[in-house]
């Protein structure tokens, strides 16, 4: 090993934006974009309910994650991702509420793919039927119901 790549690998080690199995390079930037991309999209999704804000927010934890430790704290400590993604990201549950209107925006997108290629593909229409019955049932079965406090105080 020489003395260039010893350098590399020790100055990447002591920068903390350079954790273990995070890419680096252009790689890292990409995620970033995308990141930032999604946020912007669950953003607009708060205010137009065809776009489904918590997807786009679990992409900007994901991609963030993966570009920048300083990114990622960034997002975690925002109102928007305590308000749809907190309890995800900790316990693996999502509110009524959330999981509800995850399911409604997803039919109402998956539906108008389906009318849109109704007649034209059955191939496609039979897809976006299997990846729509997919989600419903992982929103339905695979992600736990967060109780809400009003519920517990209530039992």
């Not at 593909?121 to 419903?136: D, E, I, K, N, P």
Request: charged content about 15%; glycine content about 6%; proline content about 3%.
């Amino acid at each position: 090993m020489n003395d260039d790549a010893i350098y590399t690998r020790n100055t990447r080690d002591k920068n903390p934006e350079s954790a273990p199995n995070q890419p680096h390079g252009i790689v890292k930037w990409v995620y970033a974009a995308v990141g930032c991309a999604s946020l912007v999209l669950g953003t607009i999704g708060i205010f137009l309910p065809f776009l489904p804000t918590t997807v786009f927010y679990l992409c900007t934890l994901y991609c963030f994650a993966k570009s920048s430790v300083r990114l990622n704290l960034w997002f975690t400590s925002t109102k928007l991702y305590r308000k749809h993604l907190e309890s995800f990201a900790k316990r693996r549950t999502l509110t009524l509420q959330t999981k509800i209107t995850s399911i409604l925006m997803l039919t109402l997108l998956m539906g108008f793919g389906i009318y849109m290629m109704w007649g034209k593909t059955a191939t496609g229409c039979v897809a976006l039927g299997c990846v729509w019955l997919f989600h419903v049932l992982y929103f339905s079965v695979g992600i736990k119901t967060e109780k809400t406090q009003t519920a517990e105080i209530k039992e």
